[in-house]
């Protein structure tokens, strides 16, 4: 008996038809949660690069440097204070229940409300501490996001528990539309920072608005439950502190480089590692809304996770090589497109910062399959690991090398985390380290032979959009056999119901 469940795949061999159904019923919502996630989140981040553009060309550099220091103060009091409530919805048994969710939303509501005071409080003396009076304004008007926030319905979490994503995205989408308008045109009239800081709000407050009005569901109202109370700290507890760790791991390269560069340049740094980063928060946000929902259903239906997890990390993994391949290999010609000359530098830390962000998705889908199990703690050890790394690689770096070695430093630091948490998912049961070999061998193959084309053809002043077209060409026919394997053993599958 059990040698034929180890053999059991989670959709494959499964011979009820009570249990068939089912399968396939989960099978059509990861599909149709795929689709929506990436619609989602890839409009989002198209809308958030197009407003980024057109900012860039009405602001100055220093405002995006300044505002980078604004957001990581505003990411660090969300994270620090983080006991995953979205997470424990979508993983508890009793998510769905009303004593548990509004349990939920009320300490969510207070904790909005906290971070509200904390922002207004430590507006000055962290203004100070970079010598710059216009940060404690920002921060203390920016932190009106952490009170509006707080008030976004537990019906978001429930959606995504089912993974029903069709109205998320609609959501997200018009947030970010309305984010995009009100900063536009702040900026037109008013060329300041305060168009960023206004605009943020503007999207906040919407999504808010929309998650109570949009959604389906019982309204959300204050109310009090010990047990589940204790239940969200019990699965929480180490998400607050794997999130608080994953501040000074994500986000504190801002605040390191904003003491040791100019505004201007980390201006600069911002763009390129906003840009840099944007197929990485797509393929975050598919793992986090839809596979990890999909691992918490199987896990709960103790079907064989171990085979689910393989077979979908092949896609998203292909995917990201293909992507960051290209990005690694020609960032320099992709930031010459799109920005003017001031922000040329930010070409070569596209390219750094790609790197890193493979490893980060390597780990991510770890990090998934490890939630959807409630072990968080090893996603706090990694994200430890990333940290400590991250501060020593940055110095030295910086020591030996400058600014470069010093953003080469964040990469080096999350191979290090992908270490760390491999073994970590090796040890109960989940084991993919081989496809990270493989793949990985193939990215960094892949993006020597075409930066060296596109080294080569820069060297003769060949136009820059003729490069960009050989850097896609060559990527994408160097991956051809790669993604056709992955068609042709898994999405095929996938898409004609053979899974």
């Known amino acids: 008996m059990d ?23 989960l099978l059509k919502k990861v599909k149709n949660g795929s689709i929506w996630t990436i619609t989602s989140h890839g409009g989002s981040q198209i809308i958030r690069f197009l407003n980024n553009l057109i900012m860039t060309r009405l602001l100055f550099e220093e405002a995006f440097g300044i505002m980078a220091i604004v957001s990581t103060f505003l990411v660090g009091l969300q994270l620090f204070s983080d006991i995953g409530i979205g997470p424990s919805i979508i993983q508890n048994k009793r998510g769905e229940e009303p004593e548990f969710y509004n349990t939920a939303w009320t300490i969510q509501v207070v904790r909005g409300f906290v971070l509200f ?101 019982e309204k959300n109202r204050f109310h009090w439950n010990n047990e589940d109370s204790r239940s969200l700290y019990h699965f929480g507890r180490w998400i607050f502190i794997s999130t608080m760790i994953t501040f000074f791991a994500q986000q504190s390269d801002r605040l390191i480089f904003g003491k040791m560069i100019p505004f201007t340049l980390l201006g600069i740094y911002h763009i390129g590692s906003t840009l840099g980063n944007i197929p990485l928060q797509i393929l975050k946000q598919l793992m986090g809304r839809v596979f990890f929902p999909l691992f918490s259903r199987i896990n709960e239906a103790n079907k064989d996770l171990s085979s ?3 077979q979908t990390r092949w896609i998203i993994l292909v995917f990201a090589g293909w992507v960051y391949s290209g990005f690694i290999a020609g960032g320099t010609t992709i930031v010459d497109i799109l920005y003017d000359d001031r922000y040329l530098q930010a070409g070569w830390i596209v390219q750094f910062i790609s790197i890193g962000c493979w490893f980060s998705i390597c780990m991510d889908s770890y990090g998934a399959i490890l939630l959807s199990r409630a072990k968080t703690f090893q996603l706090a050890v990694s994200n430890a690991t990333k940290f400590v790394s991250m501060i020593i690689f940055i110095f030295l770096g910086n020591k030996f090398f400058g600014f470069k070695g010093a953003v080469l430093g964040i990469a080096a630091s999350e191979l290090c985390r992908l270490i760390v948490i491999t073994i970590a998912s090796a040890r109960i049961g989940h084991t993919a380290w081989h496809q990270d070999l493989f793949l990985g061998a193939i990215v960094a193959g892949v993006s020597i032979c075409v930066s060296f084309a596109d080294i080569y053809l820069a060297g003769y002043d060949c ?18 056999p790669v993604v ?13 119901n053979k899974y």
Do not use: C
């Not at 008013?190 to 943020?200: F, K, N």
């Not at 608005?209 to 959604?215: A, E, G, N, P």
């Not at 959009?465 to 060559?474: C, N, P």
């Not at 056709?484 to 004609?496: C, D, P």
């Open 308 to 310: 689910a997890f393989t």
């Open 484 to 496: 056709f394997k992955v068609y042709k053993t898994f999405l095929k599958k996938i898409i004609y």
């Open 117 to 217: 005071l904390v922002a207004l409080t430590g507006a000055v003396p962290f203004s100070m501490f970079y010598n710059e009076p216009l940060l404690a304004k920002l921060i203390a008007v920016s932190g009106i996001n952490a009170f509006i926030q707080g008030f976004a319905s537990t019906k978001l979490f429930i959606n995504n528990r089912n993974l029903d994503m069709k109205r998320l995205a609609i959501i997200e989408l018009i947030s970010q539309i309305a984010s995009m308008a009100i900063m536009i045109i702040w900026a037109v009239i008013d060329r300041s920072i305060w168009a960023l800081v206004v605009g943020g709000i503007a999207g906040t407050t919407t999504k808010t608005i929309l998650s109570h009005t949009m959604l389906p569901g």
């Open 3 to 25: 040698e034929k469940k180890s053999q059991e795949t989670y959709s494959i061999n499964n011979q009820n038809p009570s249990h068939q159904g089912k399968n396939n019923q």
């Open 463 to 480: 136009n820059v959009k003729i490069r960009a077209a050989v850097v896609f060409f060559l990527v994408s026919l160097l991956w051809a």
